[in-house]
Protein backbone atom coordinates (compact mmCIF):
# COMPACT_ATOMS: atom_id res chain seq x y z
CA UNK A 1 0.00 0.00 0.00
CA UNK A 2 0.79 3.46 -0.63
CA UNK A 3 0.02 6.23 1.55
CA UNK A 4 1.36 9.70 1.43
CA UNK A 5 1.62 12.81 3.47
CA UNK A 6 0.41 16.62 2.49
CA UNK A 7 0.21 19.74 3.41
CA UNK A 8 2.18 22.79 3.64
CA UNK A 9 5.12 22.57 6.45
CA UNK A 10 4.09 22.65 10.31
CA UNK A 11 1.00 20.69 9.33
CA UNK A 12 2.97 18.12 11.44
CA UNK A 13 2.94 15.47 8.64
CA UNK A 14 6.75 14.19 10.04
CA UNK A 15 5.02 13.08 13.45
CA UNK A 16 1.94 11.31 12.05
CA UNK A 17 4.33 9.71 9.66
CA UNK A 18 6.57 8.28 12.34
CA UNK A 19 3.18 7.64 14.70
CA UNK A 20 1.23 5.64 11.42
CA UNK A 21 5.02 3.70 10.81
CA UNK A 22 4.89 2.46 14.18
CA UNK A 23 1.51 1.49 14.11
CA UNK A 24 1.92 -0.85 11.06
CA UNK A 25 4.80 -2.64 12.13
CA UNK A 26 3.49 -3.11 15.08
CA UNK A 27 0.18 -5.11 13.20
CA UNK A 28 3.06 -6.71 11.59
CA UNK A 29 3.17 -5.09 8.58
CA UNK A 30 6.96 -4.31 6.78
CA UNK A 31 7.25 -0.58 6.37
CA UNK A 32 9.03 1.88 4.31
CA UNK A 33 9.17 5.53 5.17
CA UNK A 34 10.55 8.54 2.85
CA UNK A 35 10.25 11.98 1.50
CA UNK A 36 10.27 14.02 -1.29
CA UNK A 37 12.07 15.35 -2.67
CA UNK A 38 14.57 12.46 -1.34
CA UNK A 39 15.44 8.86 -0.68
CA UNK A 40 17.90 8.48 -3.77
CA UNK A 41 21.64 9.87 -3.53
CA UNK A 42 20.63 11.85 -6.59
CA UNK A 43 17.60 13.12 -5.39
CA UNK A 44 19.10 14.29 -2.14
CA UNK A 45 21.17 16.70 -4.40
CA UNK A 46 18.28 17.76 -6.34
CA UNK A 47 16.52 18.23 -2.81
CA UNK A 48 19.22 20.05 -1.62
CA UNK A 49 19.78 22.49 -4.77
CA UNK A 50 16.09 23.30 -4.57
CA UNK A 51 15.60 23.89 -0.81
CA UNK A 52 19.04 25.00 0.49
CA UNK A 53 20.36 26.83 -2.75
CA UNK A 54 20.31 30.73 -2.04
CA UNK A 55 19.80 30.67 -6.32
CA UNK A 56 16.51 31.70 -8.23
CA UNK A 57 15.17 29.05 -9.83
CA UNK A 58 12.37 29.64 -12.34
CA UNK A 59 8.99 27.80 -12.35
CA UNK A 60 9.10 25.51 -14.96
CA UNK A 61 12.59 24.30 -13.94
CA UNK A 62 11.31 24.14 -10.41
CA UNK A 63 8.67 21.55 -11.49
CA UNK A 64 11.49 19.51 -13.56
CA UNK A 65 13.92 19.23 -10.73
CA UNK A 66 10.77 18.26 -8.44
CA UNK A 67 9.53 15.83 -11.26
CA UNK A 68 13.38 14.14 -11.36
CA UNK A 69 13.86 13.77 -7.91
CA UNK A 70 10.55 11.79 -8.10
CA UNK A 71 11.35 9.81 -10.90
CA UNK A 72 14.48 8.63 -9.56
CA UNK A 73 12.74 7.60 -6.01
CA UNK A 74 9.56 5.93 -7.71
CA UNK A 75 11.88 3.40 -9.59
CA UNK A 76 14.61 3.19 -7.74
CA UNK A 77 13.12 2.71 -4.11
CA UNK A 78 9.11 3.11 -4.24
CA UNK A 79 7.74 0.59 -6.55
CA UNK A 80 10.39 -2.43 -5.90
CA UNK A 81 9.23 -1.71 -2.15
CA UNK A 82 5.25 -1.99 -3.11
CA UNK A 83 6.31 -4.81 -5.34
CA UNK A 84 7.76 -6.88 -2.56
CA UNK A 85 4.82 -6.58 -0.67
CA UNK A 86 5.94 -3.61 1.90
CA UNK A 87 3.66 -0.27 2.86
CA UNK A 88 5.52 3.02 1.84
CA UNK A 89 4.70 5.81 3.43
CA UNK A 90 5.58 8.86 1.80
CA UNK A 91 5.93 12.48 2.90
CA UNK A 92 4.62 14.86 -0.02
CA UNK A 93 4.05 12.77 -3.72
CA UNK A 94 2.90 14.49 -6.88
CA UNK A 95 -0.38 16.67 -5.10
CA UNK A 96 2.84 18.51 -4.02
CA UNK A 97 3.83 19.55 -7.59
CA UNK A 98 -0.12 20.22 -8.38
CA UNK A 99 -0.21 22.20 -5.22
CA UNK A 100 2.53 24.47 -4.90
CA UNK A 101 3.89 24.70 -9.10
CA UNK A 102 0.01 24.72 -10.23
CA UNK A 103 -1.50 26.56 -7.76
CA UNK A 104 1.21 28.45 -5.95
CA UNK A 105 3.34 29.41 -9.00
CA UNK A 106 0.52 29.41 -11.48
CA UNK A 107 1.93 26.90 -13.87
CA UNK A 108 -0.49 25.09 -16.31
CA UNK A 109 -2.68 22.54 -14.75
CA UNK A 110 -2.46 19.71 -17.21
CA UNK A 111 0.53 20.25 -17.92
CA UNK A 112 1.72 19.62 -14.19
CA UNK A 113 -0.72 16.18 -14.60
CA UNK A 114 1.11 14.85 -17.52
CA UNK A 115 4.77 15.74 -15.87
CA UNK A 116 3.33 13.87 -12.60
CA UNK A 117 2.14 11.25 -14.86
CA UNK A 118 5.80 10.76 -16.54
CA UNK A 119 7.30 11.18 -13.21
CA UNK A 120 5.64 8.55 -11.35
CA UNK A 121 5.12 6.46 -13.95
CA UNK A 122 0.98 5.95 -13.24
CA UNK A 123 1.52 5.47 -9.93
CA UNK A 124 -1.00 6.74 -7.35
CA UNK A 125 -1.24 6.66 -3.69
CA UNK A 126 -3.69 4.30 -2.42
CA UNK A 127 -4.72 6.97 0.41
CA UNK A 128 -2.89 10.69 0.80
CA UNK A 129 -4.02 12.78 4.15
CA UNK A 130 -3.90 15.97 3.64
CA UNK A 131 -3.44 18.00 7.23
CA UNK A 132 -4.63 21.43 6.59
CA UNK A 133 -3.50 24.18 8.42
CA UNK A 134 -3.52 28.20 7.61
CA UNK A 135 0.12 29.70 6.75
CA UNK A 136 -0.45 31.91 9.44
CA UNK A 137 -0.61 29.19 11.78
CA UNK A 138 2.52 27.32 10.30
CA UNK A 139 4.64 30.30 11.18
CA UNK A 140 3.47 30.19 14.64
CA UNK A 141 4.58 26.68 14.98
CA UNK A 142 7.80 26.83 12.80
CA UNK A 143 8.83 30.01 15.47
CA UNK A 144 7.55 28.63 18.82
CA UNK A 145 10.24 28.02 20.42
CA UNK A 146 12.43 30.98 18.62
CA UNK A 147 12.31 34.75 19.33
CA UNK A 148 12.37 35.76 15.37
CA UNK A 149 9.96 37.25 13.40
CA UNK A 150 6.96 35.86 11.89
CA UNK A 151 7.52 36.43 8.02
CA UNK A 152 8.17 34.37 5.39
CA UNK A 153 11.13 36.46 4.54
CA UNK A 154 13.03 35.15 7.91
CA UNK A 155 16.80 33.72 6.84
CA UNK A 156 15.39 30.68 9.22
CA UNK A 157 13.47 29.64 5.82
CA UNK A 158 14.26 27.26 3.19
CA UNK A 159 13.94 28.72 -0.52
CA UNK A 160 10.55 26.75 -0.98
CA UNK A 161 9.39 28.60 2.33
CA UNK A 162 10.28 31.65 1.57
CA UNK A 163 7.95 32.14 -1.21
CA UNK A 164 5.65 34.55 0.55
CA UNK A 165 2.52 34.45 2.34
CA UNK A 166 0.35 34.95 -0.59
CA UNK A 167 2.15 32.27 -2.35
CA UNK A 168 1.04 29.69 0.34
CA UNK A 169 -2.42 30.90 0.87
CA UNK A 170 -2.82 29.72 -2.65
CA UNK A 171 -1.06 26.38 -2.37
CA UNK A 172 -3.39 25.81 0.51
CA UNK A 173 -6.38 26.68 -1.59
CA UNK A 174 -4.95 24.46 -4.21
CA UNK A 175 -4.92 21.67 -1.75
CA UNK A 176 -8.93 22.04 -0.85
CA UNK A 177 -9.89 22.15 -4.35
CA UNK A 178 -7.24 18.84 -5.26
CA UNK A 179 -9.18 17.51 -2.08
CA UNK A 180 -12.41 18.02 -2.85
CA UNK A 181 -12.21 16.90 -6.58
CA UNK A 182 -10.72 13.25 -5.19
CA UNK A 183 -12.58 12.70 -1.63
CA UNK A 184 -12.21 9.15 -2.41
CA UNK A 185 -8.34 9.05 -2.09
CA UNK A 186 -7.91 12.29 -0.18
CA UNK A 187 -8.65 12.28 3.64
CA UNK A 188 -8.91 15.81 5.10
CA UNK A 189 -7.81 16.69 8.33
CA UNK A 190 -7.32 20.11 10.54
CA UNK A 191 -3.91 20.18 11.63
CA UNK A 192 -5.07 21.98 14.42
CA UNK A 193 -6.29 19.08 16.60
CA UNK A 194 -3.94 17.18 18.74
CA UNK A 195 -1.37 14.83 17.19
CA UNK A 196 -3.58 11.39 18.77
CA UNK A 197 -6.78 12.57 17.44
CA UNK A 198 -5.22 12.85 13.88
CA UNK A 199 -3.62 9.79 14.41
CA UNK A 200 -6.60 8.55 15.33
CA UNK A 201 -8.21 9.46 12.43
CA UNK A 202 -5.94 8.20 10.20
CA UNK A 203 -5.66 4.86 11.53
CA UNK A 204 -9.68 4.73 11.16
CA UNK A 205 -9.38 5.92 7.78
CA UNK A 206 -6.58 3.62 6.59
CA UNK A 207 -8.79 0.85 8.16
CA UNK A 208 -11.76 1.59 6.29
CA UNK A 209 -9.75 1.70 2.97
CA UNK A 210 -8.09 -1.83 3.65
CA UNK A 211 -11.57 -3.40 4.42
CA UNK A 212 -12.78 -1.45 1.51
CA UNK A 213 -9.58 -3.18 -1.04
CA UNK A 214 -10.17 -6.19 0.46
CA UNK A 215 -13.66 -6.72 -0.28
CA UNK A 216 -12.88 -5.46 -3.91
CA UNK A 217 -10.44 -8.10 -4.12
CA UNK A 218 -12.78 -11.13 -3.51
Excluded at 22 to 51: D, N, W, Y
Excluded at 166 to 180: M, P
Aim: with cysteine; proline share 4%; aromatic share 6%.
Amino acid sequence: MLITFEGIDGAGKSTQVTMLKKRLQESGREVLTLREPGGTAVAEQIRELLLESKHEITPVGELLLFAASRAELVQKVIRPALDKGSDVILDRFFDSTTAYQGYGRGLNLELLAEVNRIATFGLCPDITFYLDITPEDSLMRKFSEKSLPLAFDSEELDRMESSGLEFYRRVREGYHLIGSGQPDRIVMIDAMKTPAEIHQLIVRSLENTICDSGKNSS
